[in-house]
């Protein structure tokens, strides 16, 4: 009988150690739910789809942006880091689909698509809306710019007569131009004939952008402008179709336009600018979240993008200086050679403003004198 006793007296021991044990996991497991339930389990308040509270209420949705340029170049890339920081934002509700240059078409093509609601968002350079937007033609104006990119990049951030004035011609096209930015200095390239004074473009075949300000620049030093896409540019230098070309040093080289050329001058006589567009119905049917969203990533974006080229317009610069198979001489002009292309290149500004501005030249009065501010 007693040892009876003594086995259920045992059993009873082991049963109540387990009982507690068992108390004090279900106790811990609920003080850990309680504390971790705001998100500290790997889940979000809002139901776990790993969007935070400020981004519940924005819908999944999927956006097209295009760019002028290919994997790897300046545009590409931003918009690329444009779609990591969307996602980001919208705890991945915001999906941005970068496309590289023909993945849709031509530089034409994509600016229609846009106007079309066809992509929501393009990077684009105001050379190939010359024909729509007669104020965008203001930056094809040769030495119009600071030297000294930082400034550059500064007064196009900041210019009421670009954010504001010129932005409001682009809108009645169906495009809202967001920001304005540099993808770096232009310089010449050419084959034949070394370009160093304004008599070396007498008759020269310039391939350029299809805008009739950039043609008008050209033909003032005595060149023969040849509008073409960028698509066919490298077989018409290589044929001798065209003998020359203007473009950021990132992009002569990633191109190759440097192999069939002979030259490069350091010129520096304009800035590449492009814009971060959107399709202006589309945008402005955004909720304001999504809307300040956006604005916010395209400020941010104005440092890194000014960042990116410069480092790219640096790498290429060495790059073409070492290339040994394919040499080219490299010219760079003193500021009295400069001078005198800046000489041949005012007469155009009177042109700009009587014969291609709809406004009478006020928006380009406007930002020079932002640019006299700038530079005082």
Same mark, same amino acid.
């Given at each position: 009988?007693?040892?009876?006793?003594? *086995?259920?007296?045992?059993?009873?021991?082991?049963?109540?150690?387990?009982?507690?044990?068992?108390?004090?996991?279900?106790?811990?497991?609920?003080?850990?739910?309680?504390?971790?339930?705001?998100?500290?389990?790997?889940? %979000?308040?809002?139901?776990?789809?790993?969007?935070?509270?400020?981004?519940?209420?924005?819908?999944?949705? /999927?956006?097209?942006?295009?760019?002028?340029?290919?994997?790897?170049?300046?545009?590409?890339?931003?918009?690329?880091? *444009?779609?990591?920081?969307?996602?980001?934002?919208?705890?991945?509700?915001? &999906?941005?689909?970068?496309?590289?240059?023909?993945?849709?078409?031509?530089?034409?093509?994509?600016?229609?698509?846009?106007?079309?609601?066809?992509?929501?968002?393009?990077?684009?350079?105001?050379?190939?809306?010359?024909?729509?937007?007669?104020?965008?033609?203001?930056?094809?104006?040769?030495?119009?710019?600071?030297?000294?990119?930082? /400034?550059?990049?500064?007064?196009? &951030?900041?210019?009421?007569?670009?954010?504001?004035?010129?932005?409001?011609?682009?809108?009645?096209?169906?495009?809202?131009?967001?920001?304005?930015?540099?993808?770096?200095?232009?310089?010449?390239?050419?084959?034949?004939?070394?370009?160093?004074?304004?008599?070396?473009?007498?008759?020269?075949?310039?391939?350029?952008? /299809?805008?009739?300000?950039?043609?008008?620049?050209?033909?003032?030093?005595?060149?023969?402008?040849?509008?073409?896409?960028?698509?066919?540019?490298?077989?018409?230098?290589?044929?001798?179709?065209?003998?020359?070309?203007?473009?950021?040093?990132? *992009?002569?080289?990633?191109?190759?336009?440097?192999?069939?050329?002979?030259?490069?001058?350091?010129?520096?006589?304009?800035?590449?600018?492009?814009?971060?567009?959107?399709?202006?119905?589309?945008?402005?049917?955004?909720?304001?979240?999504?809307?300040?969203?956006?604005? %916010?990533?395209?400020?941010?974006?104005?440092?890194?993008?000014?960042?990116?080229?410069?480092?790219?317009?640096?790498? *290429?610069?060495?790059?073409?200086?070492?290339?040994?198979?394919?040499?080219?001489?490299?010219?760079?002009?003193?500021?009295?050679?400069?001078?005198?292309?800046?000489?041949?290149?005012?007469?155009?500004?009177?042109?700009?403003?009587?014969?291609?501005?709809?406004?009478?030249?006020?928006?380009?009065?406007?930002?020079?004198?932002?640019?006299?501010?700038?530079?005082?």
């Amino acid at each position: 009988m007693d040892s009876h006793i003594k *086995f259920f007296k045992g059993v009873i021991i082991i049963f109540k150690k387990y009982l507690f044990g068992l108390i004090a996991i279900l106790s811990i497991s609920f003080l850990l739910v309680a504390c971790g339930g705001n998100g500290d389990s790997g889940e %979000e308040a809002d139901g776990g789809d790993g969007s935070s509270e400020d981004t519940a209420d924005i819908e999944a949705q /999927t956006w097209r942006f295009v760019t002028e340029e290919v994997k790897g170049q300046v545009q590409y890339e931003y918009a690329a880091e *444009f779609a990591k920081r969307m996602d980001e934002k919208s705890g991945g509700k915001i &999906t941005i689909e970068p496309y590289e240059y023909g993945g849709l078409g031509s530089e034409s093509d994509q600016v229609e698509l846009l106007q079309n609601g066809g992509v929501e968002m393009a990077v684009m350079s105001p050379g190939f809306t010359g024909n729509m937007v007669a104020e965008g033609q203001v930056f094809a104006l040769h030495f119009l710019f600071p030297d000294d990119l930082q /400034t550059t990049q500064d007064i196009l &951030t900041n210019s009421e007569a670009l954010n504001t004035d010129l932005s409001a011609r682009y809108e009645e096209y169906g495009i809202t131009p967001l920001s304005y930015w540099t993808e770096g200095a232009m310089q010449w390239t050419s084959s034949d004939v070394a370009i160093d004074e304004p008599s070396d473009f007498e008759g020269f075949l310039m391939r350029t952008q /299809t805008s009739p300000l950039i043609s008008e620049s050209y033909e003032a030093y005595g060149a023969e402008p040849t509008p073409m896409s960028w698509s066919e540019l490298y077989t018409a230098l290589d044929r001798g179709t065209v003998q020359g070309q203007e473009n950021p040093i990132f *992009f002569i080289g990633d191109a190759s336009f440097h192999e069939v050329q002979d030259y490069m001058t350091l010129s520096s006589h304009n800035n590449y600018v492009a814009m971060t567009t959107v399709n202006t119905d589309w945008f402005n049917d955004l909720s304001p979240e999504v809307q300040d969203m956006v604005n %916010e990533t395209v400020n941010e974006m104005q440092d890194w993008v000014f960042d990116e080229q410069k480092a790219q317009n640096e790498e *290429f610069l060495e790059t073409i200086k070492n290339n040994d198979s394919n040499p080219t001489e490299i010219i760079e002009l003193t500021d009295e050679q400069r001078e005198a292309f800046r000489e041949k290149a005012k007469p155009v500004r009177d042109f700009y403003i009587e014969e291609v501005s709809t406004v009478n030249g006020d928006i380009l009065n406007k930002l020079q004198e932002e640019i006299d501010a700038a530079t005082e």
